[in-house]
């Protein structure tokens, strides 16, 4: 059932075998897995069913690094989270982007793609994505497989409706589920619930409850089994971090790694392409790709394994975009493509595209949340976010730029023309509204927060799920692998649940130290 959190008794305890906080793509598929299960199971959502502008203001934060987009509406706070807002891209991680290279600084999961295999699979199902195919059968473009080759050609593939609706795909899984939601006696979703800090038990070794606040002042204490935190890659490391009064530098920090090694998709314009038109048949299959059932499969051109360990380059793709799907970019872009068709005696039977760069980005100590000066309504500190982009991030995508003209679009049926800075400090990237990092997965505490299954170091009941928990970033957008993670953190609570204590009987709810001291009598 979905009920607001108002609806509650002021200092109520609400009680479930498993709280998720964060009622996303991620929490909600991970509840009704447990649901499912057997399992009762509690989601505090901070937002509403609809979006709501006071829940939305709880994103402000501040930002001292690069710009990585307006931190208060490019994650949305709503039952269904940011998959309103998603784009539907999907395309698992690639086995290189598990392993530990050597090139790559901090790389390697404490799992292997073949632990993952089966999750994806499952989520991609949830996906409604047709085949579970990301290979094509046979080469469009790039011609010349094997070492000679740097690139190959792989598959994206693009939800794009809900299924049961007619509506075009905005990943709106809480609409799609709405009946199963409201219905189910196993589940309850308290929409408006703003869990503001984490209580640990004694021996700081396990969570004890959380407490949680509504705008209209409402205390709830919200006891279970285990904990899962699925609040994406920033807001999950902001609780952590803000919960210090049983651990002054934040919950699941012992190794300083909390809120560190935050990633994202670096990704912008990397070239203009002219094609002669007996070409651009062998192009559609990138741009504008081809829909089968209800996903839209496009071919994109990726840097090759062998490449990435010949040349030390990271996991990219190049996207191919034709300009009259874009005409409102054409003005400012004319200037380039007029340089290109002077190279050729016949323009008009060229057809013009973007070369689109999304990379992966290295793993940077110093690319990080933290908790800024200011707070929110709750008094919670918002965060700063401070994002990094290095040079070997920058050689990446240069390198690969320039094999891209030397390997695939060579005359005379191609014309290219790059489209990126000379050096790091020069290079205009984008964002691709993925936070990643920040709890990453790590073998001990000192290299992360969490361990291989999800389970935050140093405690037993504890968990993170998502984006957050991403060693490596790899090229691929981070939701199918997000949803897999998350369905492998189900499956991992619906076998060790049972052997996990429920809360104390009898124990008294806490508050935070500053609300008890107010409401503290005074001394005579």
């Known amino acids: 059932m979905i009920l607001h959190a108002d609806s509650i008794p002021d200092g109520e305890i609400v009680q479930a075998d498993v709280c998720i906080v964060g009622g996303g793509a991620v929490g909600l598929q991970m509840a009704r897995h447990l649901t499912a299960a057997g399992m009762q199971v509690m ?10 502008q006071r829940a939305q203001d709880l994103n402000i934060g ?11 509406d490019i994650r949305l706070r709503q039952l269904g989270g940011t998959m309103h807002l998603w784009g539907g891209n999907c395309r698992p991680l690639d086995p290189i982007d598990f392993q530990p290279r050597d090139w790559v600084p901090n790389s390697g999961w404490p799992l292997s793609y073949a632990d993952m295999a089966p999750y994806f699979e ?58 199963e939601l409201r219905t189910s006696d196993r589940l309850r ?45 920033i807001e999950t490391a902001r609780l952590l971090l803000a919960s210090r009064e049983d651990m002054p530098a934040g919950i699941g920090n012992q190794g300083d790694s909390l809120g560190r090694y935050f990633m994202e998709h670096p990704h912008g314009l990397a070239a203009f392409l002219i094609a002669e038109k007996s070409k651009v048949p062998a192009l559609r299959p990138f741009s504008p790709g081809v829909r089968v059932g209800d996903a ?22 190049f996207q191919l975009i034709a300009v009259n799907m874009k005409p409102h970019e054409l003005n400012q872009y004319e200037p380039h493509f007029r340089a290109l068709e002077a ?12 070369v689109v760069f999304l990379a992966e980005q290295f793993p940077s100590r110093d690319s990080r949340v933290t908790l800024g000066a200011e707070t929110d309504f709750f008094g919670i500190p918002r965060a700063d976010l401070n994002w990094q982009v290095g040079d070997l991030d920058f050689k990446t995508v240069s390198t690969a730029l320039s094999l891209l003209g030397e390997h695939v679009f060579t005359a005379p049926h191609f014309r290219i023309k790059g489209h990126v800075a000379k050096t790091t400090k020069d290079w205009i990237v984008g ?26 170091h140093g405690l037993s009941n504890g968990f993170c799920a998502g984006s957050s928990v991403f060693p490596t970033a790899g090229m691929s957008n981070p939701m199918l692998t997000s ?42």
């Not at 501040?62 to 208060?72: C, D, E, F």
């Not at 046979?138 to 609706?165: K, Y």
Request: hydrophobic residues 40%.
């Open 122 to 179: 499952s989520a991609h199902k949830l996906l409604r994505l047709e085949e579970f195919a990301y290979w094509p059968e046979a080469p469009s473009l790039v011609t010349e497989p094997g070492p000679a080759q740097p690139f190959e050609e792989t598959l994206f593939r693009l939800t794009r409706f809900v299924p049961g609706t007619h509506a075009p795909f905005l990943g709106e899984f809480a609409q799609y589920h709405a009946e």
């Open 431 to 456: 964002h691709g509204a993925h936070h990643l990092g920040t709890t990453r997965m790590s073998l001990t505490p000192k290299e992360g927060v969490v361990d291989r299954d999800c389970r935050i």
């Open 43 to 52: 989601i505090a959502e901070s937002g509403e069913e609809e979006a709501n």
């Open 296 to 317: 839209v499969i496009h071919r994109r051109i990726r840097l090759a394994d062998h490449t990435q360990r010949e040349l030390g380059l990271l996991n990219m793709i």
């Open 189 to 233: 979703i308290l929409v408006g619930a703003n869990v503001t800090q984490i209580f640990l038990t004694e021996d700081r070794r396990s969570v004890r409850e959380l407490y949680a606040l509504t705008f209209q002042g409402r205390e709830l204490h919200l006891r279970a089994k285990a904990y899962v935190f699925a609040c994406g890659g």
């Open 62 to 72: 501040t930002q001292s690094g690069r710009n990585a987009g307006g931190l208060r």
């Open 343 to 354: 190279t050729v005696d016949d323009a008009a039977n060229w057809q013009r595209y973007y």
């Open 483 to 524: 949803l897999a993670i998350g369905l492998r953190l189900a499956r991992h609570l619906e076998t060790n649940l049972p052997f996990m204590p429920p809360p104390e009987a009898g124990m008294a709810p806490r508050r935070p130290r500053e609300f008890e001291e107010s409401t503290a009598p005074a001394m005579a």
